[in-house]
């Protein structure tokens, strides 16, 4: 039988899981990726708040997320000054 805490913390795990499946396909389409990316369910389950771990990664790795970023927030900006 599942504990309260279990019962009470079923969506944040939920939410955890899919928001990290999503981190790792978006930064797969762009060509960069976190290896050590995983969801911290020990953490989560001693305090009922999952987080989600990033780890390590190569340099390179990073260095492309930063591009990502950056073009992501670039247009996020052009497509706002056009409202």
Same mark, same amino acid.
């Given at each position: 039988?599942a504990?309260?805490?279990?019962r ?9 899981? /899919? ?14 990726? /976190? ?13 009922g ?30 497509a706002?000054?056009?409202?």
């Amino acid at each position: 039988m599942a504990s309260m805490l279990d019962r009470a913390t079923a969506e944040q795990r939920r939410e955890a899981a /899919l928001v990290a499946d999503d981190l790792a396909a978006v930064l797969a389409l762009g060509g960069a990726k /976190l290896p050590s990316l995983e969801v911290d369910w020990d953490f989560g389950r001693r305090t009922g708040c999952y987080l989600i771990s990033l780890g390590a990664a190569r340099t390179s790795d990073v260095v492309r997320i930063v591009e990502l970023l950056r073009k992501g927030l670039h247009f996020e900006r052009l497509a706002a000054d056009d409202d």
